[in-house]
């Protein structure tokens, strides 16, 4: 299509670089189409990437790309035969390499559109380039991350105030979850949680979890992000003696680097009932991970049919779970338990 520019006299002549950003847009539009998926719909509204303009803006893209917005409106307006190969000489690759790597950024859209409408629809002078910054910033977690479950470990000791969990070891980057149950002087909490990781420990923190069960037992759940690797040795110190102590370490990829818990929620004393219902989180967002320390008077026993949550290894007649949310929504573990009082202690990160 031909875009024309109204001159003195009444009279239109073709204007050059609005068919070429013509053939751009169309590039990226038909680009958008075909590879983004719906990832993150709860992140955006969709009045804000929806400019009433006929071409698609590059601001609008870099949105979509972004918030992972369902694109009807705008697909119905694609140019399916839109053939990239056209685009003038001058023009960068970029569509091409986008396409070919699956991973746009900032800059292949900036290269790839080059001007942007403004919010109230009106589209600026052809020779503007699409600000660097405003790209950048349209496309903040324009790759939402991928939580990926990596290993899992367990083990447990009696008659001590502490004990050093083997785990494979750890890489570089990721979220090692640490959850505890532990029984006899609950008075007691646990102290510190070190590993050997190369540099130096990395650090451990607690998600302010904590539950107990009269004099029966206590769990809580400790976190560390941005994993230093190698670690192969996690050791759990408990402020006092205890009868037994049970811990399971979990890693993941994907989360973020820093910040506390998303949510926690704790039950305390909670009287016999069958099946055992760990309190519910709704997290901020997706993804996120859920996990659940679960302690149990009696035996615990598996995670209830059609429950979400992957139950790890029960130990001493305890237990701990772990969820990966990718839509969103109300979660809580459920296990069938031997009609005992129990305490539960969750949390949510992302």
């Known amino acids: 299509m031909q875009r024309l520019r109204a001159t003195g006299g009444g009279r239109e002549t073709p ?12 590039a990226l539009r038909k ?44 697909a119905s307006t694609a140019d399916e035969d839109f053939d990239a190969s056209v685009l003038p000489d ?18 292949a859209i900036a290269d790839a559109v080059a001007l942007d409408a403004t919010a109230d629809g009106s589209v600026p002078d052809a020779t503007a380039d699409v600000s660097q910054a405003s790209i950048d910033a ?59 990781a190369q540099g130096g420990t990395n650090t451990y923190v607690t998600a302010n979890a904590r539950s107990l069960v009269g004099s029966c037992q206590a769990s809580e759940i400790w976190f560390a992000r941005d994993l230093r690797s190698g670690a192969s040795t996690v050791t759990v110190a408990i ?21 506390g818990a998303d949510m926690v929620a704790a039950a305390q004393n909670a009287a016999k009932t069958n099946p055992i219902i ?15 320390a679960v302690g149990s008077c009696g035996t615990i026993g598996k995670i209830r049919p059609g429950n979400p949550f992957t139950g790890l290894p029960a130990q001493i007649g305890n237990g701990a779970a772990f969820y990966v949310d990718v839509d969103g929504g109300t979660f809580g573990a459920a296990y069938d338990n031997s009609m005992d009082g129990y305490n539960a202690s969750a949390a949510a990160f992302r």
Not at 15 to 26: C, E, I, K, S, T
Not at 239 to 259: F, M, P
């Open 31 to 74: 680009f958008v189409v075909e590879h983004v998926e719906h990832v993150s719909p709860n992140r955006c509204n969709v009045s804000t990437v929806q400019h009433p303009v006929r071409a698609f803006s590059a601001l609008s893209a870099a949105l979509a790309l972004g918030c992972g917005l369902s694109l009807g409106g705008i």
């Open 278 to 292: 760990a309190p519910t989180l709704t997290p901020s967002g997706a993804p996120a991970l859920l996990i659940a």
């Open 15 to 26: 204007n050059p670089a609005l068919d070429a950003r013509d053939l751009r847009v169309g």
């Open 138 to 196: 349209a496309i903040v977690d324009a790759a939402p991350p991928v939580l990926g479950f990596v290993h899992s470990a367990q083990g447990n000791n009696k008659n001590a105030a502490s004990y050093a969990l083997q785990i494979p070891p750890t890489a570089a980057g990721n979220f090692l979850a640490v959850m505890v149950t532990y029984s006899g002087n609950l008075a007691a909490s646990v102290a510190s949680i070190t590993d050997n």
């Open 90 to 107: 001058a023009q960068p690759d970029a569509i091409d390499s986008a396409v070919d790597s699956g991973e746009p950024d900032s800059a």
């Open 239 to 259: 402020s006092a003696g205890q009868s037994s102590i049970s811990v399971w370490a979990t890693e993941l990829s994907g989360l973020r680097s820093a910040g």
